[in-house]
């Protein structure tokens, strides 16, 4: 079974960063994608990037292109989004996701909430201004 535990969440002044982390464990393929997601409070939790954990590609929400960075480490079964230039509208609790990457709904470029059946509890971000 896939586990997933996100970390490194914190409160941070606008303009600054943050490194989070996805450790995951039960993932014993590459064939993985796996991505973030982000929910402020009293709204719909929103896509926030994904990686195919085999190939590095990597695929961005218009909100965390040129800020944001996700990357993985598959030896040590880690996911990490930097976040730089960090603004009050990042707050939000961050979340983990992962599914397989075979069949369609496997596609990293499909971003769909529902498309992933594995997920962290997630972990806080708070900017403030």
């Known amino acids: 079974q896939v586990q997933l535990m996100e970390s490194g969440g914190g409160s941070v002044q606008a303009g600054g960063s943050l490194r989070l982390s996805c450790a995951a464990s039960?993932?014993?393929?590459?064939?993985?994608?796996m991505g973030w997601f982000r929910q402020a409070p009293g709204r719909e939790r929103l896509w926030v990037a994904n990686?195919?954990?085999?190939?590095?590609?990597?695929y961005y929400a218009d909100s965390a292109k040129g800020r944001f960075t996700i990357s993985r480490d598959y030896a040590e079964r880690t996911l990490y989004l930097d976040m730089n230039g960090l603004n009050p509208e990042d707050t939000a609790m961050y979340f983990c996701?992962?599914?397989?990457?075979?069949?369609?709904?496997?596609?990293?470029?499909?971003?769909?909430?529902?498309?992933?059946?594995?997920w962290g509890k997630g972990t806080q971000v708070t900017v403030s201004s």
């Open positions: 996701a992962a599914k397989s990457s075979y069949g369609p709904s496997g596609n990293c470029a499909n971003f769909m909430e529902d498309s992933f059946p594995y």
């Open positions: 039960g993932i014993t393929t590459s064939a993985y994608c």
């Open positions: 990686i195919y954990v085999s190939s590095g590609t990597t």
